[in-house]
């Protein structure tokens, strides 16, 4: 990916998300969420999207989405908690996962390379990395 786009135009690139089998669309909202104003991200399962609040940092705005990626992986594999007991792990899961990888970039970056791995072998991306 060209390194001269912003963390929110590489956030755009990826939507729609696979998690769970399903198509996950992410959107920036200018100037907050409007349901919530005091929200930096939502995920909505009815409508597969996850919705980020564009006034976040860039480390908030990666971390915001994480945590609700966390949120639709719950939803879409048939999890059910109590909105507190969710809200609470995620966050928890978040902040670790995302401590992780600030401090290990290498992790993410292998991370990376074995799905790539994974898709080429699937005969989903050339050698070079490129979509076939």
């Given amino acids: 990916m060209p390194s001269h786009l912003t963390v929110p135009e590489i956030i755009e690139t990826l939507s729609p998300l696979n998690i769970g089998g399903h198509p996950i669309t992410i959107e920036l909202v200018k100037n907050g969420i409007e349901s919530d104003p005091t929200t930096w991200g939502m995920y909505l399962g009815q409508t597969g999207q996850i919705m980020l609040d564009d006034r976040q940092t860039n480390s908030c705005l990666v971390s915001t989405l994480l945590h609700e990626v966390l949120h639709a992986a719950l939803m879409t594999q048939g999890v059910s908690l109590p909105e507190p ?47 076939i």
Avoid at 86 to 101: A, P
Avoid at 108 to 123: D, F, H, P, R
């Fill in 85 to 131: 007991v969710e809200e609470q792990t995620v966050r928890v899961i978040t902040s670790g996962l995302f401590q992780v990888f600030m401090s290990n970039p290498r992790l993410a970056g292998l991370l990376a390379i074995v799905a790539v791995e994974n898709k080429q072998a699937l005969g989903e991306l050339d050698p070079n990395g490129e979509p």
